[in-house]
């Protein structure tokens, strides 16, 4: 979904990974020295690290490129870690348990493919490490068996294959969860129709296409006749039954391209994409018909509906203007007596 609000959730988590290095980086740079004695060169490269990180920090800070940060950090990211575990020992090098979090972090700041990416890059690296472990120049001199090095080899790998496997296990969630969320943020609870959010993301895409195309783009507002009475007379229960039964009907009566939503209490909006506002006439009267030849509810009750229409206009025109002369269409169909059809003027 890499829409405004998950662009700005990825650059946050980005921030966030980066301050987490930046800050792990400087206590190495400042405690490591307290417990052992490293060769200069270690600490040359700690401190060409962490100005490397802060750079590339400031720069993803500023937003300067906004679709590179993601693959750019897991390059940075390699930059900063592989020269140190070639110099400390491969395999064998302490700095080498960091190595299995990388997939992880690259699925949390980018997604599938860059998990899969670094995930294969680091297990071709370790195996070649193990393969190779003998040539690796260890700065720290420490002394490691053959037999150690394709042990810890091994581990690693499997850490590093297993923390892909988390990742996008972790990522098929959160993407379940937040297109749950997103599904539920944009329908009605009752109706399962779109609500009025879902109905205003549609309704600016229908404006969009229609000026773009000068198709036209109508409105029908539906408001259900004497709902009070059905609510006082058989209950509330009775009254969401009969919601539930009239907007399904409505729903199963339109083309796919059409929009459907529930408006508020007893009314609903449908937006009928090139359609003029005389072929939508014959769209409203055909559903007037159909719901009034309907039952609804176990206490087979009839109802009607009135139908307010407009269209959009060439010039100047937006969601909230034509709701507005649907809604006085409606209010006209209205004192009319109901059971009707009415086109704004
Ligand atoms: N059962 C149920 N009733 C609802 C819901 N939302 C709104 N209503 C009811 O819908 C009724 C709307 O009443 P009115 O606005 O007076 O309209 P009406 O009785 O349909 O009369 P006209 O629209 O003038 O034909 C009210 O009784 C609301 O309580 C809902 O979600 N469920």
């Known amino acids: 979904m890499p829409n405004n609000t998950q662009a700005k959730f990825n650059h946050n988590l980005t921030l966030r990974v980066i301050e987490l290095a930046i800050i792990t980086m400087a206590i190495t740079l400042v405690l490591r020295p307290l417990f052992v004695t490293l060769p200069t060169l270690f600490t040359v490269l700690n401190l060409a690290n ?8 400031t720069l993803v800070r500023l937003d300067l490129f906004p679709k590179w940060e993601c693959i750019l950090s897991l390059v940075i990211a390699i930059i900063l870690i592989m020269p140190m575990l070639a110099l400390s020992g491969g395999v064998n090098s302490q700095v080498a348990c960091i190595l299995p979090l990388y997939p992880v972090f690259a699925a949390l700041i980018g997604g599938y493919k860059e998990s899969l990416l670094v995930t294969i890059f680091l297990t071709v690296c370790v195996v070649l490490a193990t393969i190779f472990s003998t040539d690796i120049v260890d700065l720290s001199e420490a002394d490691y068996s053959r037999e150690k ?10 850490s590093i294959i297993f923390s892909g496997v988390f990742g996008r296990f972790f990522l098929k969630k959160y ?5 749950q969320l997103r599904d539920e943020n944009i329908h009605d609870p009752l109706t399962g129709l779109l609500n ?10 229908e404006l969009d296409s229609a000026s773009l195309s000068t198709s036209p783009l109508s409105v029908l507002l539906i408001d259900i006749d004497y709902f009070k009475k059905v609510n006082d007379m058989y209950g509330h229960d009775t009254g969401d039954i009969c919601l539930v039964q009239v907007g399904k009907l409505l729903a199963d009566n339109i083309r796919k391209s059409d929009t459907i939503a529930r408006f508020g209490g007893e009314e609903f909006i449908i937006l009928l994409p090139g359609t003029t506002q005389l072929d939508a006439v014959k769209v409203a009267e055909y559903l007037k018909g159909i719901v009034a030849q309907g039952k609804f509810s176990d206490f087979n009750l009839p109802l009607t509906i009135t139908i307010g229409i407009t269209e959009r206009h060439p010039q100047n025109d937006n969601a909230l203007k034509m709701i507005k002369r649907a809604d006085k269409a409606l209010y006209k169909g209205k004192d009319k007596g ?5 086109v704004s003027e």
Do not use: H, P
Not at 50 to 57: E, G, M, N, S
Not at 175 to 179: I, S, V, Y
Not at 338 to 342: A, F, G, I, S, Y
């Open 338 to 342: 109901r059971n009707c059809v009415e």
């Open 149 to 158: 090095s394709v042990v810890r080899g091994f581990w690693l790998t499997m």
């Open 50 to 57: 962490l100005v490397l990180a802060l750079v590339f920090y």
């Open 196 to 205: 009025r959010r879902g109905l205003n993301r549609n309704f600016s895409r």
């Open 175 to 179: 993407t379940e969860f937040t297109e």
